[in-house]
């Protein structure tokens, strides 16, 4: 059984960087040498989480459920444009350094998060229908797999492996500007400069 951190992180920012999305998209398409090329979920890595866990319980290793906030810590994430399984190498490596566990964070979009995302967009005065289109679309991926990410420290310094669906990228714009627009005043006039 996995040790868990103390709270769950249901809202994040993800340091999600573009090597992470083509990791998805890569990993997403990587059987085309099957006879069905075209995966059923494309967009959801649920799959490759859970390889990751029967891997990383297959070296023996022990996961940590938490997520390394890379903005707070020094971080360095690992490069797999170019192989969507390079997640394993990471893994290897981390077993080699020495590392006693892999931090094991995933983010599954849930209803509640986008209704309420979806509501502080439609409440903003400066919403927009093709953001709440965009919000709609999403309910396409509820209960979907959009964000893993694995993370081991060495010597002071964190290394992470990140990947993330398009999709996921896409919810996390909206949410910010929900955000954003949620809370954001207008500048108005001091009463004393009215009169």
């Keep these: 059984m996995p040790a868990q951190a103390s709270s769950d992180r249901g809202r994040h920012s993800a340091c999600l960087c573009p090597v992470a999305a083509t990791n998805a998209k890569l990993y997403n ?22 390889d990751m866990t029967a ?34 190498d990471f893994v290897e490596l981390a077993k080699s350094a020495g590392a006693p566990f892999l931090t094991m964070h995933s983010w599954v979009l849930e209803r509640e998060e986008l209704e309420h995302m979806s509501q502080a967009l439609a409440e903003s005065d400066y919403r927009s229908e093709e953001d709440l289109e965009d919000s709609r679309w999403l309910n396409a991926y509820v209960g979907k ?3 893993v990410q694995l993370g081991w420290a060495y010597q002071g310094c964190v290394f992470v492996y990140e990947a993330g669906t398009e999709w996921y990228e896409h919810f996390q714009q909206l949410r910010e500007l929900a955000d954003d627009t949620g809370g954001f005043m207008m500048d108005e006039p001091d009463q004393d400069e009215e009169r």
């Design 29 to 50: 398409h990587e059987d085309s040498m099957s006879p069905n090329p075209m995966s059923p979920h494309p967009d959801d890595l649920t799959q490759m989480k859970d």
């Design 55 to 88: 891997f990383i319980e297959g070296l023996g290793m022990r996961r940590f459920l938490g997520y390394v906030e890379c903005e707070e810590v020094p971080s360095v994430l690992w490069d797999s444009s170019h192989n969507p399984d390079s997640w394993k």
């Design 145 to 147: 797999t959009g964000f």
